[in-house]
Every structure is written in structure tokens, then in C-alpha cells.
């Protein structure tokens, strides 16, 4: 058990029988009346997200997660991945992969997020380093520009780039956000 006053980012909770991760959260005092917590919620199985308030102190459960490296294999409807030590394979759908879609790459080694013995997500490494497949021509010499242009890497997900990158480069992404971080 925890407090609604220890919530974090990221924290998993189990609440009304649902698995739910903490996506933001918020403590407010007013004035008058007792302090609450103010919370942005994402059920893990359904992928729903939904706001919720809490009482401050009220007593929540504290959702224990485990996690396994994985790696990814390929995509046939389902998502498929190998556990490296015993080679066992397991597919997840879309909606427990949900926009990480979009920086997997084949062979890229995850981590596999499991609730009670049953795999719910993955977890993505923080940078990516993938191919630019589309993206206009770049300017010659602007190379400290502060201006982006849209570009579409291998997985098919767009980013912003800087004007100098051209089709075929490699850049690093951030996963967690989706941004450009350096050319490669």
C-alpha cells in the first residue's frame, strides 16, 4: 500500500481491479478544504487514458512489475519477440505496444514489461539510431540552424530535423519524445 502523496510519474497502480500507470500527477492545496491529488491515468491493458482525483493520504496499491530483455523479432499483425536466454518466443498486439510502434526496429533489444506472469508492454531504450528514408534535400552550409523540416525515418514515423539532414543519413531519436537529438 502507498499514499496518493507518493505518486509518481511512471508508478503503476491497481485501482478499481484496473492496472494503471501514473502519466502526470499534481498535488493541490487550496485554500479551503483538504488537499487532493490530481492525477492523468493510462489503463496498461486497455490503453485508455483517463484524469482521476484522489484524496491526499488515501491509501492506493502499489502495482509490482516485472521486466525481462527481450528482443524484437518482426511484425506479421502481431508483435513478436525472443527471450535471449531461453529462446522463447511472445507476440503482443498493437494496443500494449502502442506509439512505441514507431522506434522499433528488428533485432533491437527491449524490454518486456510482465503483471502477474503475463507480458503487458515493452519498454523502448531511450535513444534509437535509425535511417532518414525521406526528407527534402538539405542546404549546403547550415549546419548550426535553429529551423527543423519534417523527415521520415525507417520505422515510418515523422520527426523534425535540422536543415542539413539528408535522405539516407543516420540520426539518433529520443524515444520518450519523439525528437531529433544529433546526426549520427
Known sequence: MISSND?????????DGDLLEVIYFQHVKPG????FVRTKL??????????????????????ILETKKMQYLY??????????TSYEQMSLDENQIGDRKYFLLENMEVSMVF????????????F??????DTEPGIKGDTVS????????ETGAKVQVPLFIEKGDLIRVDTRTGEYITRV
Open 115 to 126: 503483471y502477474k506472469g503475463k507480458a503487458i508492454s515493452i519498454q523502448l531504450p531511450t
Open 7 to 15: 505518486l509518481k510519474n511512471g508508478m503503476a497502480i491497481e485501482y
Open 32 to 35: 479551503k478544504g483538504g488537499a
Open 75 to 84: 511484425k506479421d499483425g502481431h508483435y513478436n519477440f525472443m527471450d535471449n
Open 128 to 133: 534509437v539510431e535509425v535511417k532518414i528514408t
Open 42 to 63: 493510462k489503463n496498461l491493458l486497455t490503453g485508455a487514458i483517463f484524469e482521476k482525483t484522489f484524496r491526499a493520504g488515501e491509501k492506493l496499491n502499489q502495482a
Open 146 to 153: 535553429s529551423s527543423f523540416k519534417p523527415a521520415e525515418i
